[in-house]
């Protein structure tokens, strides 16, 4: 980043506009994550944000900046959700219009908070699949109607806003030793990252992405922003195609590490700190504590802070989520049986292939006229991943075909 816009993030003037419109959330220290790492474990809170996560610090942070003739003129942006939340929230606080594009692919809670918080001040339109595709159209649209746009990442008061995260952390615990944050477009890295290397040159940075949308990491390999040619959309709060310019030469220059970890680990993060702890977050808040055990030696015995970036999830990913946690843990399968032609051959899966504790899930006849004889999707629910090589052995012992779906990502996704 060049030194004009180094100038210009002052931290402590962003966190005097934010102190009457964010909430200073909590950090909370973790029993359980402490013990179980051999460390001290807090997780700054920003899933209790008022609009639910960080966004609106970077949001509020550059629209309360604009000139009279800009906020009459209206605003516009593009997100995923937290972000498009974000802005609505400051446009109503500050009775701007504004216009948000949103994939279409967001989840429907998401689009409901965002008219919620715009309160009439604000007009959704759900365009393309992907945010890279919505950004298109929201700069297209900007320039025809000559708005001021919004980044949701890329500009140095969205990047100071985000930065009043760090403020507060260390506020609260001066010693920190080890942030981990997660890393979708970079702003929240990119800002708490500038600032706690500003007060503490030793502190480790930790940064974190999702494996299927990994432009992080792939940009600072390459030494420079790269657009990936596909993402996974899951981690729909951190899955961009390409980071900022300003994000990356931050987040290259601040962080220490950056790490990606699969999606199906941070569904079964997701599914821990509800059962265990009660927090509710979505896939790109899990992302700081889903890689927690890639860097077990690194965090041993430290005080550490993951931040929980947000907690905008949408209760009918639930069963999407479960099922990707289950497949990535190695307890859930999938499989074409092609049953022996012979009588009671359905009865003698049941009874002598399944162990005692698996459990069919799915079961399905995929030519229906060759019922007790034709193939059949199945799917296996295991107590324990140890428990997978005994069923296939009893299935070779016992004669049945059998192809394994898991292995075969097309067949996969075409069959389940």
Do not use: W
Request: with cysteine; aromatic share 8%.
């Amino acid at each position: 980043m060049d030194t004009e816009t180094q100038r210009q993030l002052d931290f402590v003037s962003a966190q005097e506009r934010l102190k009457n419109v964010v909430r200073r959330t909590p950090l909370e220290f973790n029993q359980g994550l402490s013990d179980k790492y051999e460390c001290e474990i807090y997780l700054k809170r920003e899933d209790l944000q008022v609009v639910r996560s960080y966004k609106l610090r970077g949001a509020y942070n550059m629209i309360s900046q604009l000139s009279e003739e800009q906020r009459q003129r209206g605003v516009v942006c593009a997100s995923a959700g937290n972000h498009a939340q974000g802005v609505a929230f400051s446009c109503r606080r500050l009775g701007i219009k504004g216009v948000i594009f949103m994939p279409e692919i967001t989840p429907k809670q998401k689009v409901k908070q965002t008219e919620m918080h715009g309160n009439g001040n604000i007009e959704i339109i759900l365009t393309g699949d992907t945010f890279d595709d919505c950004l298109r159209e929201a700069l297209a649209y900007t320039e025809a109607h000559e708005l001021t746009f919004i980044p949701p990442f890329d500009d140095y008061r969205i990047i100071e806003g985000q930065g009043t995260v760090g403020i507060e952390v260390l506020e609260d615990l001066p010693d920190t030793e080890v942030v981990i944050m997660p890393v979708g477009g970079g702003g929240l890295a990119a800002g708490a990252g500038s600032y706690f290397k500003q007060v503490n040159p030793g502190i480790k940075l930790i940064g974190v992405e999702p494996e299927g949308a990994s432009s992080m990491v792939e940009a600072i390999r390459r030494g420079q922003p790269y657009t990936l040619s596909q993402i996974n959309r899951f981690v729909d709060g951190a899955a961009v195609k390409r980071v900022g310019q300003f994000t990356y030469q931050l987040c290259s220059e601040v962080l220490d590490s950056m790490l990606s970890v699969a999606e199906g680990k941070v569904c079964t993060t997701i599914l821990k700190l509800y059962n265990e702890d009660a927090i509710v977050v979505e896939p790109a808040g899990a992302l700081s504590v889903a890689v927690l055990d890639f860097c077990k030696e690194e965090i041993k015995g430290k005080k550490v802070v993951c931040i929980i970036s947000g907690g905008n999830n949408d209760i009918d990913r639930m069963g999407e989520i479960k099922e990707q946690s289950l497949l990535y843990e190695g307890l859930k399968h999938y499989f074409i049986v092609r049953f022996p032609q012979r009588p009671g051959a359905l009865k003698l899966f049941v009874n002598h292939v399944l162990g005692p504790h698996d459990d069919i899930t799915r079961f399905e006849f995929i030519k229906k006229t060759e019922r007790e004889r034709g193939p059949a999707l199945v799917g296996i629910e295991l107590k324990s991943a140890e428990d997978y090589p005994a069923i296939m052995q009893r299935m070779e012992a016992h004669k049945f075909d059998v192809i394994e779906i898991n292995r075969d990502q097309t067949l996969f996704e075409y069959l389940v």
